[in-house]
């Protein structure tokens, strides 16, 4: 639906002193935002965090419906974060990797997704090529088609870098990825909230994005999006109570072992 601009400005206080163009780095946050955290902070300090938390149980639930909605996700396929570059973490750290593999990646990548591909080379002996581009900047799908082969192992991309207006043909080379059976990792942290992005249409199988830029969400959020047919694929590079969700046929044995801890530390503390 289309965007009310005038009411956007009258929700948003900052708007009557300051012309904010950095919305790609953090946007402006409505008042709607921060009433919720401001009420919830306020819920905190007269309950506790943890009994905010069971009390505010439902609106924290609909955050996962809402966002695979925005999406075109199921909810069991969202993860939330603290930001998107954790997600993303989440995400690339999760896979297995083995000498020899190759990731494919455009120019424009994002710095800190570039600093993780190089630190998986050198620790797995993983081999990093850059597709080039068309005649407009963007990633070259025949050119990704023709680096493709078996051992590719990722198709990582940055659908709209932070230092331009460039947007790359994100369901182009979603078509590309399930054609040759490549896992599809999708950065789309300056798309989603200002494009619109359907998971099914652009065929990737992850992809995550913030809370702060263009949702406008508070800062310290984010989601990554996994698709199911992956989540029996990834290992979770930091498991927690959380985390077995990903992990497959083993989720449940690894939820309750996590819980056997945490009952026996809880013993000893007692």
């Known amino acids: 639906m289309p965007i009310d601009v005038e009411q956007a400005r ?11 163009l950095n919305n790609a780095g953090a946007s402006l946050p409505p008042r709607q935002v921060v009433d919720a955290v401001v009420r919830h902070l306020r819920l905190e300090e007269e309950s506790g965090g943890y009994e905010a938390a ?41 896979l297995r990797w083995q000498p020899g593999d190759r990731i494919l990646t455009g120019r424009s990548e994002y710095a800190s997704n570039a600093m993780a591909y190089l ?25 990704l088609r023709e680096l493709l082969d078996e051992r590719v192992k990722l198709i990582g991309v940055t659908h709209v870098p932070t230092q331009s207006g460039l947007v790359n043909p994100a369901a182009e080379i979603g078509r590309v990825a399930r054609a040759a059976g490549v896992l599809y990792l999708l ?9 619109p992005v359907d998971v099914r249409e652009i065929g990737c199988d992850l992809l995550t994005a913030p809370g702060r830029k263009y949702l406008r969400g508070p800062r310290g959020t984010g989601f990554l999006y996994c698709s199911e ?39 000893v503390a007692g």
């Not at 900052?14 to 904010?20: E, I, N």
């Open 229 to 267: 047919r992956l989540q029996d694929r990834l290992e979770p590079p930091f498991p927690d109570l959380q985390s077995a969700v990903w992990t497959g046929p083993d989720s449940y044995r690894v939820r309750e072992d996590a819980r056997r801890f945490e009952s026996w530390e809880n013993g």
């Open 10 to 20: 009258r929700d948003t206080a900052g708007c009557t002193a300051v012309t904010h």
């Open 54 to 94: 069971i009390a505010e149980t439902d609106r924290i639930e609909h955050v996962y419906d809402a966002l695979a909605r925005l999406i075109g996700a199921g909810p069991h396929e969202i993860a939330l974060q603290e930001n998107a570059t954790r997600a993303w973490d989440m995400a690339f750290y999760g």
């Open 119 to 143: 630190q998986t080379a050198q620790r797995y002996g993983v081999r990093i090529e850059v597709v080039p581009d068309d005649e407009h900047g963007q990633i070259s799908v025949p050119a």
């Open 187 to 195: 950065d789309a942290c300056q798309s989603v909230g200002q494009l």
